[in-house]
């Protein structure tokens, strides 16, 4: 057996052993919740990682936001369009739900792209979303992720609203339009997938070094504290919620490491809308034992 064989079934050995305590420690938190949790998370120094369910395809919702923000830096940087270029807001894009421009702005007002590109990420803002689909299309988007590799993860077609507010769905994807995706709402990806994204962001692979980094500062701007920033500080990140459902995906930086990780809490009971939902509660701790877990010192030998 060579060597370099023997170090690396050495290593694999030493991360299952590490692994077994935060499987332990995660499953107990999870224990009889009667949704579905999928996650992974990867130690972005020591690539040690970790995940349930990480290849499972879930809904996004909000967290779609990211990949469409990814594309929207492609085509600047291709030439097709500039942030300095106008979007109006319109009656057609407006909806309910997160976000100030669906409420707080009257129809015929005109932003720069790149704001608009803020208030998705930031306030998570549904029209600034729907504005950005109806300038580019939600194909442009899922034909970025192509060139990049990532070809499950899928944008699908505009925001309804939310509660009893909804609009008719509108602006579908070629993928948006099977019938075996309708279930997943706005877009579809998988924990592994959204990780696979922060790492490339992390490493300025995402259009360019600068790109990156810009995407990255936008998300830190993030303004939904209840899950990761429960615990943490210094946070890259992008939530999404629904009636049944919570995620969020984001970098965790902190003085043992760098952890990019991605969580999905679907099945949730019943509605709840506020900072102590269940699943917002589940996701806070949950990545409290991630990062503990994969930024823990290798045991003495």
């Known amino acids: 057996m060579s060597k370099v064989l023997v170090l690396i079934l050495a290593a694999a050995a030493a991360l299952?052993?590490?692994?077994?305590?935060?499987?332990?420690?995660?499953?107990?938190?999870?224990?009889?919740f009667p949704g579905t949790v999928s996650l992974y998370a990867r130690n972005l120094d020591t690539g040690a990682a970790f995940g349930i369910r990480e290849t499972d395809p879930v809904r996004t919702a909000s967290t779609i936001k990211l990949p469409i923000l990814c594309s929207l830096y492609d085509q600047v940087a291709r030439g097709q369009a500039k942030w300095t270029d106008l979007l109006s807001v319109t009656a057609v894009e407006q909806v309910s739900g997160s976000g100030v421009l669906g409420t707080e702005f009257s129809p015929g007002v005109q932003l720069p792209l790149r704001d608009v590109s803020h208030l998705m990420i930031v306030l998570s803002d549904n029209t600034a979303t729907n504005m950005i689909l109806e300038r580019f299309g939600a194909d442009s988007v899922n034909a970025y992720l192509d060139r990049i590799g990532i070809k499950t993860t899928r944008s699908l077609r505009k925001i309804r609203g939310d509660g009893n507010q909804l609009k008719n769905?509108?602006?579908?994807?070629?993928?948006g339009e099977l019938p075996e995706n309708k279930k997943y709402g706005i877009g579809v990806s998988s924990p592994r997938d959204m990780v696979t994204i922060l790492e490339r962001l992390d490493r300025g692979e995402i259009v360019s070094p600068e790109a990156s980094k810009e995407i990255l500062a936008v998300m830190k701007r993030c303004q939904d504290t209840a899950g990761f920033r429960r615990h943490f500080e210094n946070v890259a990140n992008k939530t999404g919620a629904l009636d049944a459902l919570r995620s969020e995906v984001g970098i965790v930086y902190t003085s043992a490491?760098?952890?990019?990780?991605?969580?999905?809490?679907?099945?949730?009971?019943?509605?709840?809308?506020?900072?102590?939902?269940?699943?917002?509660?589940?996701?806070?701790?949950?990545s409290k034992l991630l990062v503990d877990g994969l930024t823990k010192p290798s045991a003495p030998r």
């Open 257 to 286: 490491g760098r952890v990019a990780m991605a969580i999905t809490v679907d099945g949730i009971p019943k509605p709840d809308w506020t900072p102590d939902n269940p699943g917002l509660l589940m996701i806070a701790d949950l």
């Open 16 to 32: 299952s052993a590490q692994s077994q305590p935060l499987r332990d420690a995660v499953r107990a938190r999870i224990g009889d």
């Open 169 to 175: 769905p509108e602006g579908w994807s070629r993928a």
